[in-house]
């Protein structure tokens, strides 16, 4: 079973080179963030060409989730629970059917936090905590439970080309990262790193000052899992390629295969 994420940074920007992935990759379950488009707006049908059921969480405009799956997607759950007043599009829940189990799938677009002293940051680092409440609440359960998506955390000053020049950015400030690590102190495993400690383990190159031609990059895409999910994983990758193709996001897929 191959699971994905990706920012794709728009779905009507990007849908071809979406739809030319999905053939190469072929992933089972593909979690997108960043859609930017309401549910009723959004372009189900040439996923479900491919032969995916989709399930989307979306606002006008800016951020909004998705769920792609080759196999139904069941008790699927909309919004991080926590804040009945948080409107914004950027957490989905579903389960799929994985051999004699299940799977549970949490795809999130986390709040980027900038710029500091605003009431941004604040607003980031509370949804990290509601997060944390979430997945401690489903850990309990003992079932593979997979969290992945656009964290907008960079771990590590590994996870940056040039660490220095992200000090004064939420994605890279001691409390960020902190409760990045409190979801693995939980006892969730982060697959990228679980699998390589390489340096320049990008997933993300901005598409100013030639970032991706120089390699400029940071790691803010992850995928958590939980013990009975990391039980299961084969192998896991970063498709760092995608980003040289015609119409890029500015981030990249990255994915994690399981046994059945």
Not at 132 to 157: C, Q, S, T, W
Not at 180 to 186: E, K, N, S
């Amino acid at each position: 079973m191959k699971i994905a994420t990706w920012n794709i940074n728009g779905v009507k920007a990007r849908l071809e080179t979406v739809q030319e992935w999905l053939k190469e990759a072929s992933p089972d379950v593909a979690c997108f963030q960043e859609i930017k488009s309401v549910d009723e707006n959004f372009p189900r049908q040439p996923f479900e060409d491919l032969g995916y059921n989709v399930e989307t969480h979306g606002q006008k405009g800016f951020n909004g989730v998705t769920i792609l799956s080759k196999t139904p997607l069941e008790d699927v759950e909309r919004r991080l629970p926590g804040n009945d007043d948080d409107e914004q599009a950027r957490y989905i829940e579903a389960t799929v059917t994985n051999g004699d189990g299940v799977v549970r799938f949490g795809c999130l677009y986390l709040p980027n936090g900038n710029p500091l002293g605003t009431e941004k940051f604040p607003y980031k680092l509370g949804w990290m905590d509601r997060l944390l409440v979430h997945a401690e609440k489903r850990l309990a359960e003992e079932v593979p439970f997979i969290i992945l998506g656009d964290y907008n955390v960079i771990p590590d000053p590994i996870d940056a080309k040039n660490p220095e020049n992200w000090t004064d950015d939420a994605l890279f400030q001691p409390e960020s990262r902190q409760k990045f690590r409190a979801l693995t102190h939980l006892g969730m495993t982060e697959a990228i790193r679980a699998c390589t400690e390489a340096p320049e383990t990008f997933t993300f190159w901005d598409y100013q000052a030639g970032a991706w031609q120089k390699n400029n990059g940071i790691r803010i895409d992850h995928i958590l899992m939980s013990p009975q999910a990391n039980d299961k994983m084969l192998g896991c990758g970063i498709d760092k390629h995608v980003r040289g193709w015609e119409k890029p996001s500015d981030h990249v897929p990255v994915w994690v295969k399981l046994a059945a």
